[in-house]
């Protein structure tokens, strides 16, 4: 943590790198106690819509900041559709090691905060991590929340050498089934990624105006 005058940064060691989070009265006291920070590399996560974001933006870039990517919000009415869910099972603690290195092969830890093996764990006893295995391999996975009256689909991912055998269908189908009761659905696309935001569209999910700009500064200053 880096108190300074009129704000507080907050930072969490992710890698090899730490995310920062900001509390600040003004613009000028946030970017103050950005540029005292020590040399490291630090990511963080700027959400908002996208007049609301220029500012603070604006404050990261001139404090050393460079934006690295953006993830875009999607949501749906939930019409409560059946949805056979075929071959989806539901994970056990034993299988989050392995969920988690198929994240690590697939994912920019950068852009999307890629759960830990513990995390994994806890989702799986909670019921809310799904997979499709082929031949003991895992060819795609699904973990999601469920708060209220709304799902949240927080990973859906696919192996590549699986697509088109509508593995992911069958995921999202195992979602629905268990968001049934859930009147709203929410996603994050990586923003700039057509052919997810594409799918996601085909299922009825559309972006509600919320933008998380991802920005980063490098170790060197």
């Known amino acids: 943590m880096l108190i300074a005058e009129g704000a507080v940064l907050l930072l969490r060691a992710d890698r090899d790198f730490e995310r920062v989070y900001h509390v600040a009265e003004s613009q000028a006291a946030l970017g103050a106690a950005l540029r005292v920070l020590p040399p490291s590399g630090y990511v963080t996560d700027l959400v908002g819509n996208a007049d609301g974001l220029e500012a603070v933006r604006a404050t990261y870039a001139g404090s050393g900041f460079e934006a690295y990517g953006f993830l875009q919000r999607m949501s749906r009415a939930n019409a409560g559709e059946p949805c056979p869910g075929g071959d989806v099972l539901v994970a056990t603690a034993a299988d989050a090691a392995e969920t988690h290195a198929f994240l690590e092969r697939l994912l920019d830890p950068l852009v999307e905060q890629i759960p830990t093996v513990d995390e994994l764990r806890q989702e799986a006893a909670a019921g809310h991590l799904l997979l499709v295995r082929r031949e003991g391999a895992i060819l795609g996975m699904l973990m999601f929340a469920l708060k209220g009256v709304t799902g949240h689909l927080r990973f859906w991912h696919v192996d590549d050498t699986a697509r088109g055998e509508g593995v992911g269908?069958?995921?999202?189908?195992?979602?629905?089934?268990?968001?049934?009761?859930?009147?709203?659905?929410v996603l994050w696309v990586v923003g700039d990624n057509d052919r997810s935001i594409a799918i996601y569209r085909h299922y009825g999910f559309s972006p509600d105006g919320l933008l998380d700009q991802v920005m980063i500064q490098r170790r060197e200053r």
Not at 169 to 185: D, N, P, Q, S, T
């Open 169 to 185: 269908r069958r995921l999202l189908a195992g979602f629905f089934e268990r968001c049934a009761r859930a009147r709203r659905l």
